[in-house]
């Protein structure tokens, strides 16, 4: 085969004004037809498409079970797709879906991999260049290790032209189940692929308003020098969905908001408002400091574990499908927790999530030390992104009596706040790029798990409180 070496291209616009290599690239989706590749990766290749932020030329190759035709499977994904009515021309959908190409098969079985690969040769030679591998497992965990294992072996990871045509592994969380399972999964991966081609999502890192959080603070030095025990009294971190669980009750019942949401998202979270200052900002070094924070969470030890949690379920929880009817789950939690650094002595962290709550809200508040008058501190990372604070003023007029008031940034209010890319977007358009800061190392991942296992270990001594769908937190 004639490897042609194309020049990189400058892609025009704002967010993704960065070089993106134009060598072809091919999307391999395993569990193509789930929910997470319907919600959210195809309708995030279609932006990206529309948007002119793949390579000009790309395919996408669904893996999965199913008996389908290519034409029933673009059907399928037409429907399975979830995009607003009307948001996109149906010219521009249809050049997509031109683009998709589908490889039924089952994940242990060899044969099915040897048929991959040969839908994988004829792409390249279609494109008469050595292609990008990007291999994306949106499948339940149970699977990761068979599809890592058969893709290795296959062959097919190996980069087909050296640098010019990489080859990357996209893993869903959760990754692992406890400290034990992750740290065997890391391992076998490790064994499989270099660190370089492994990209571990975690969405939330990918939100614009999570990014800004290390620059907010890292380039406003007003703030620094606050930001440690002397005079921050408390940091609370929630994550509240309005939503139930959609539907999910067979993945979900097994898993529970701390695993779901509470061992990536939300300590993702605290890591980016606790860190230590990266040496730079580039990926290693930034990931270096997260992991170093996530590391120094503290254990929480057995006697203090039920005065410091909070579990509960919301009503009617137990008779959605997929769920078990006694089920034991919890669908909220609540955590207090502190941080073994000297920055953040005695500080306590609040780490909140739940399902069908009053709102959907995840935000962040620092709060400042002071008796009647406390300076807050918000960062809202959904809906309505933006930074406030509050402070306090004399009210004008006779006397001295003062109020409260707040200072707001939002996003909306930004030029640039219509192109903002979805965190699955980012999540993409980085693996393409190869820029790994907004996904989790091993270390990350490791130190997640110590943590919650730790909290795991007692979690079943600690009652389940039953709350009301609609509550805005559960006591
Ligand atoms: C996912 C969880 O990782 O994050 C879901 O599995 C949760 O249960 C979702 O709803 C929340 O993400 P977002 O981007 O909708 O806030």
Redesign the pocket.
Known sequence: MVIIRKPLALVAGGFFAIMINMTPTIFIIFGVTGDLAGRKLLPSLLNLYVNKHLPAKFAIVGFSRRNFSREEFRQFIREHMKVVPGQYHEEDIKHFLDHMYYEQGLFDTPASYANLASRLQILDDGFHQCSNKLFHLAVAPSFYETILEYLSKSGLTIPCAGEEGWTRVLVE?PFGNDSDTARKLDKRLGELFDETQIFRID?YLAKEALQNILIFRFNNTIFEPLWNYEHIEAVHIRLM?KNGIEGRGGFYDDVGALK??GQN?ILQMLALIAMEPPEAFDAVSIRKQRAKLISKIKPLNSKKLEEAVVRGQYEGYSSEKGVKRNSQTETYFRLETYIDTLRWKNVPFYLESGKAMAESK?EINIYFKGNDKQNILTFRI?PDEGIKIKFFVKTPGFGMVTEPKTMKFKYSDSPAFHELPD?YERVLYDAITGDQTLFTSTDEVLAAWKFITSVLSAWDRIPLKIYKKGSSTCH
């Open positions: 969380k969405h969905e779901d949401v998202h995840s959904q965190a």
